[in-house]
């Protein structure tokens, strides 16, 4: 009787598409940010915050620290977090890197996206269980980046209790605005940090 339980339930999950990544999201999330768990996304960002440490502007090759968080001490599982361009939800293309922390891991999403760095993502290693999740990003100076960027991170609350492209609290400049619309030449951006008017 017991076996014949078993394979009714591994039967069901089968024909209904529920997939779930107790160890992280794989890359075949990259594009869509979306988890396979056979139950549509949650609206908004729930008891979700994302929180960042970064300017308004970046200052490539610096180390930025990031967090994945409940409002209300709400536990999540799983995480998966990209940098994506801020003004054109149809550009799906992550940018920057990732480097893990405790609890998490990079995804490589140069299969979905050729060209782009290996660490492009950042997702968690084992069902997180917690009120909070930390991890850091960085911008690299040879990366062409759209100008404005922002963090967004996808949060599982439960199987079936999920959010999707939850956007950080604020959004950043890949280059001073100033001196990109006077087309100085990129290597200025970075000696300067455009700390200076065109």
Known sequence: MLYATSALIAACAVLTGIEAFPYGAPAGACSSMMPNHGAAAQPGAGPFQVTHNMPATLVRDVQYHFTVSSTDGTELRGIFCQVRNANDSA?????????ATTLTKTVDCSATFPGVGVYSALTHTSQINAANVSGYFILPAAEQAPELLNLFCTVVQTRPTFYVRIPSNSAFYSVCVLCHRCSLPMILFHKFQCSFVC
């Open 91 to 99: 550009d799906t293309r992550p940018y920057g890197m990732f480097m």
